[in-house]
């Protein structure tokens, strides 16, 4: 193995922990109020809808694919088949910054329609977060935040390892997750009924 390689391979194991130790933080510090409101808007809506940008949409893909295992009424927006938005129904957004422009703007049509507004987010005082009816603060480095190099260093940050943003998009990632298990729990539906959901198309 090479000099470049052992290093390549060291930081895939430093990177690893880092995320790690990220979420298990970020776990101890997401508010369950939040977390109890998310789930009662998810469950009484008429329709959910997903949106994210870049990563952050496929975050959102993969947490409307659970939702739809879970035999819930879910859209992604920007899709063909998805219909219109209204009063009654959800969306759910994955931003970090909360300041992607054409993120904040379809937040807003959403709004306009008369829909509940979720954000899963980084940047609590963001234009996003000031319009949503609940705000998950899922903290982590958005791909906007610039770190000085030798401050991180004297602190022991190696956020190098887990470049832009990694940190929130992986960690929003473990989070709807969990809040698919709490789904789970209240509607008694284990991962046999999951399953019968499950493709058949591949």
């Known amino acids: 193995m090479s000099k470049d390689e052992s290093k390549a391979t060291r930081n895939v194991r430093?990177?690893?922990?880092?995320?790690g130790k990220h979420i298990?933080?970020?776990?101890?510090?997401?508010?369950?109020?939040?977390?109890?409101?998310?789930?009662?808007?998810?469950?009484?809506?008429?329709?959910?809808f997903v949106m994210g940008a870049g990563r952050s949409g496929l975050v959102s893909r993969a947490f409307a694919m659970r939702l739809m295992h879970l035999d819930l009424p879910v859209?992604?927006?920007?899709?063909?088949?998805?219909?219109?938005?209204?009063?009654?129904?959800?969306?759910?957004?994955?931003?970090?910054?909360?300041?992607?422009?054409?993120?904040?703007?379809?937040?807003?049509?959403?709004?306009q329609c008369g829909a509940k507004l979720i954000s899963i987010i980084s940047n609590t005082s963001s234009s996003l977060a000031k319009i949503s009816d609940v705000a998950i603060e899922v903290k982590g480095?958005?791909?906007?935040?610039?770190?000085?190099?030798?401050?991180?260093?004297?602190r022991g940050e190696y956020y190098s390892l887990a470049p832009l943003g990694t940190l929130f998009e992986t960690t929003s990632m473990v989070f709807l997750d969990g809040v698919i298990s709490g789904?789970?729990?209240?509607?008694?539906?284990?991962?046999?009924?999951?399953?019968?959901?499950?493709?058949?198309?591949?």
């Not at 430093?14 to 995320?19: D, E, S």
């Not at 789904?183 to 591949?202: A, G, N, P, Q, Y």
């Open 183 to 202: 789904l789970m729990s209240i509607t008694k539906k284990d991962e046999t009924h999951l399953r019968l959901r499950h493709t058949s198309l591949e």
């Open 75 to 111: 859209f992604v927006v920007g899709e063909t088949v998805t219909p219109a938005i209204e009063q009654g129904d959800v969306l759910v957004i994955i931003s970090g910054s909360g300041e992607t422009k054409s993120i904040v703007e379809l937040a807003r049509v959403g709004k």
């Open 14 to 19: 430093l990177a690893m922990k880092l995320i």
């Open 141 to 154: 480095r958005t791909k906007i935040d610039k770190i000085d190099y030798l401050e991180r260093q004297v």
């Open 24 to 48: 298990t933080k970020t776990a101890d510090s997401i508010q369950d109020a939040s977390v109890c409101e998310m789930i009662d808007q998810i469950l009484r809506a008429n329709k959910i």
